[in-house]
């Protein structure tokens, strides 16, 4: 083996455990974000309610959870113009069943398992 092979075995190695340890911080970053177990304020007369990671949305009374990072770079959805969901960053758009009606997020929003209160004043997320 020459020097030549050997710096780039050596560059191809450090590129390869850096790309490891990076997806392995982010994947515990996001095991920890959705890991924990959150109580939301539910007011079932709202249509729509954005918290910093959750968007609660109420049609025909049945709530459903989504989560609140968009799936094209993961910028949080704080807002609703038109009955439609509106990512800040770079336009997607998605309906009130969480699925993409404009670009450039191809992927529907990921709906979160939850439970309603017996009063129905709070929605416990079970992640």
């Known amino acids: 083996m020459n020097r030549r092979n050997f710096f780039e075995l050596g560059v191809f190695g450090v590129l390869l455990s850096f790309v490891f340890f990076w997806r392995k911080l982010t994947f515990l970053n996001t095991t920890l974000l959705y890991s924990r177990s959150q109580k939301l304020l539910y007011n079932k007369n709202k ?3 954005f918290f910093d990671d959750f968007i609660i949305v109420n049609k025909d009374g049945e709530p459903k959870v989504f989560n609140a990072h968009c799936t094209h770079l993961g910028c949080s959805i ?7 969901l509106v990512c800040p960053c770079h336009g997607s758009h998605f309906n009130l069943e969480g699925e993409p009606i404009k670009g450039p997020a191809y992927k529907s929003l990921e709906q979160v398992d939850t439970e309603l209160s017996a009063d129905e004043k709070y929605i416990q997320i079970t992640t």
């Open 47 to 49: 249509i729509v309610a």
């Open 78 to 84: 704080n807002k609703m113009e038109n009955g439609v």
